[in-house]
């Protein structure tokens, strides 16, 4: 064999390498992405979930959501809050005062979802958005066993609301109607140069990198003497790992194409002033809900999270909405 001949071997037997070194690395890649657009989440069944001194509620694989309020005996209306990313069941407290003084009887409940609000942060390895949905539905269940009889609505904030959408694809027959306050449908900057950096390096090396959300308490319905905490709350639990934003970001699209699917009485509140939607988007949105007990209510003037500082013409279209279709199931 020739010289030429051994080294032109070699450069083959080199080349054969590489394509498989970068078959593999591509393969691992494809399937990575798959995996972040997954709206799969398995938790293991160590235990029977359940409210624990009305604190904490323990999902099947013993993770603790912080609780927030409780159901009174002689109510007959459970309103579930599912809150906006990176605030907390907190978020609720004002709609709750709100609720107190109005000849209906509802309890308003929430939870912290994980690793944000007042729960334990998980090693970014075991983080997940999509556990969210898991654990909606373990709630619900629990409430409908422990609360039979009362109707069961959902209330979804900002992102909360796109998560409530999601879970109605397969899950809606667990309530009795939803309300979305402020959907998503928008992202009003884009990432910066630091964001797109580390969102490639997560997505080639490490899904565990942490990525920043630039979020301005300018932009929610709030009152100006609790615009300092509730960028404080922003700063604080706006970090997210890079899988979960790929997760958020595929839970977005699917909300926003699920409308179609939802078969249960819904109530859409938007803010006119919302950067995070398109009013475009948010109408066709609505148009495509075929469902007939459906109501949409712009309010002037206002920013995201109506819920925060909510008005008496949020309030009036959220009761009005409550009391037709309990006298449209009492009929």
Known sequence: MSKSSGISIIIIVVIILAALVALYFF???LLKIKAFGS?????NHNQTPELIKKKAFITSDGYELRWYGEVKPDDEIIILGVHDFALGAKSFEQLTKN???IDLKISLISFDQR?????KVQDAKDRSSIAVLSDLEQILNYCKTTYPGKQLYLYGSGFGANIIVTFMKKRGYLVDGI???SM????PDKNSSAITIALIKGTLFAYTRMVKINLSAADYNVSDKDVQSLAQNLNSFSEITVREYFQNKKLVKTSLKASGLITKPVLMLNGSDDVFQLSSKTTKFYDQ???SQKHHQWIADKKHDLLLNPNQEMLQSLIEWLKNNEQEKND
Do not use: E
Request: aromatic share 16%; proline share 4%; no cysteine.
């Open 27 to 29: 393969a691992s890649l």
């Open 39 to 43: 709206l799969k989440f398995h938790p």
């Open 99 to 101: 609720l107190t003084s």
């Open 115 to 119: 690793n944000f609000g007042q729960n």
């Open 179 to 181: 309300v979305l306050d």
């Open 184 to 187: 998503i449908n928008f992202k």
């Open 289 to 291: 809900i075929s469902y």
